[in-house]
């Protein structure tokens, strides 16, 4: 088995969900410092590009991903005038709050940063971002699975930051606990309740699963599968937020019916308690991402042989979906005074095969790039810990069921905190979920207008 991310950096790293104000990061719409250097009016050249990363030049990118150092080295390897200085400015919402804060004082930025799809709108919006497309990154563009690239692309073709990798969801399973209840792996949402009664009903001290009451992340992989399309951001001010929809309250009624029948757990996940729970098989299944696995097999070992992989169930079996939970790209701010060195530093440390190939193999990154995802050594990986089942392989198949179309809003943050404070309360305290869903779309609404947006809702 190769080694792993501790617990809680894992957990830090791939599932971020914090709460900070989002007033300043609105507000920097614009301040920023302009660009050291004017936006190309078309390609740059590639003699302007060979003499640019034969210059020497010193480049910052801020990260949390540990030992990248390896990655970047490979680039300094290829292009020795360059310099790059890697910092950790913290991980996830921490990191975001440091870059909002020196992008509204227009100095202290970096060249390139680390940002989970999730909150790139967050720097769109507020015009922070670099436009990659001059750069020649449109070129990259069937090196990546597609709804990966999708998630890095503006309405207008701008290419905003190149994938590194990804978290397409699925199921683990305990396959001793299925065998002893004579559970088949549920193919469908409604095996998957019949399941959880069945399971339930025979042992009270065990659950089929935990959805977390404090995970969003896991709540918006759900909805994307389910067809919910919740944010869509036209303009510099248009915002429809449907949070609430069709598909939304589908998965409402599903989940807050469990939750109430006391059927499933709702306690909050990568906790002490959570980690024992599944240790002492508490849980049968975690319906989880791509991440997960590693992640399982270091934070419960006492169970190594017993898990399994599959799919998750799905609404409608006659057309196979999944949705996403976590991944993350590399972006280029439009302060920096290198626009084409850290352009080509993006581009080259997520899409050269050997750098791609070490954020899988030694991060233990699931991959953005359609090479490895048919690469034999990677997706035929058959670890003791799943009883040999060549699981990124499970993985790398569920990628191609995810939907191309799903949108983040410009206010993560508050989005999240606004679920946890309704929809992730009512299953905890299981009331009604549907009403929750209504409450969190009220909330969301009027904090969008206060922000100066115009809001289309369900």
């Not at 900070?20 to 614009?30: E, K, M, R, T």
């Not at 563009?141 to 290419?159: H, I, L, T």
């Not at 915002?239 to 589908?250: M, P, Y």
């Not at 599944?278 to 898990?307: D, E, H, I, M, Q």
Request: charged letters at 20%; a neutral charge.
């Amino acid at each position: 088995m190769p080694r792993f991310l501790p617990p809680v950096s894992r957990r830090t790293l791939l599932a971020t969900a914090g709460a900070v104000p989002l007033g300043a990061a609105l507000a920097a719409c614009g301040g920023g410092a302009d660009s050291g250097d004017q936006a190309p009016t078309g390609p740059v050249s590639q003699a302007d590009i060979d003499k640019a990363m034969s210059t020497p030049t010193e480049l910052t990118f801020w990260t949390w991903v540990p030992d990248i150092q390896q990655e970047v080295d490979l680039f300094l390897k290829k292009y020795p005038a360059i310099k790059v200085k890697v910092v950790n400015a913290g991980r996830g919402t921490e990191q975001y709050t440091k870059l909002r804060t020196a992008l509204k004082a227009g100095t202290g930025a970096p060249d390139v940063v680390q940002i989970e799809y999730q909150y790139i709108p967050t720097f769109t919006i507020t015009n922070d971002l670099l436009d990659l497309r001059p750069y020649g990154a449109e070129a990259l563009k069937d090196r990546f699975v597609d709804w990966a690239w999708g998630q890095v692309s503006g309405k207008n073709g701008e290419v905003w930051a190149i994938p590194q990798d990804t978290g397409p969801m699925g199921m683990l399973y305990r396959q001793d606990i299925f065998d002893k209840h004579g559970i088949e792996v549920p193919k469908t949402w409604d095996e998957f309740a019949a399941a959880s009664r069945k399971l339930h009903a025979a042992d009270p001290n065990t659950y089929l699963t935990c959805l977390s009451a404090n995970e969003a992340g896991a709540w918006h992989g759900l909805l994307w599968q389910a067809g919910g399309a919740p944010y869509a951001v036209s303009g510099a001010s248009d915002i429809s937020l449907k949070v609430n929809d069709e598909a939304a309250k589908k998965l409402a009624r599903y989940w807050g019916g469990l939750a109430k029948e006391g059927v499933i757990g709702t306690e909050p996940n990568f906790t002490d308690a959570w980690f024992n729970a599944l240790n002492r098989g508490k849980y049968a299944t975690w319906l989880t991402a791509a991440w997960g696995p590693v992640f399982l097999a270091g934070s419960a070992k006492s169970t190594s042989g017993k898990w399994r992989a599959a799919p998750l169930p799905q609404w409608d079996a006659s057309k196979p979906t999944s949705g996403n939970w976590g991944g993350s790209t590399s972006a280029v701010i439009k302060t920096t005074k290198n626009a084409i060195v850290a352009a080509e530093f993006a581009k080259f440390v997520n899409s050269d095969p050997e750098s791609a190939k070490l954020f899988a193999t030694e991060q233990f990154f699931f991959p953005a790039t359609k090479a490895l995802l048919a690469d034999p050594s990677y997706v035929g990986d058959a670890p003791a810990f799943y009883g040999g089942q060549q699981v990124n392989q499970v993985f790398a198949d569920i990628n191609s069921t995810i939907n191309l179309g799903f949108q983040w809003p410009p206010f993560l943050d508050r989005a999240v905190t606004d679920w946890t404070e309704t929809v992730g309360k009512s299953l905890a305290d299981k009331t009604d979920t549907v009403v929750a869903l209504d409450q969190w779309q009220t909330r969301l609404t009027t904090f969008a207008k206060s922000q100066g947006f115009t809001v289309q809702a369900s």
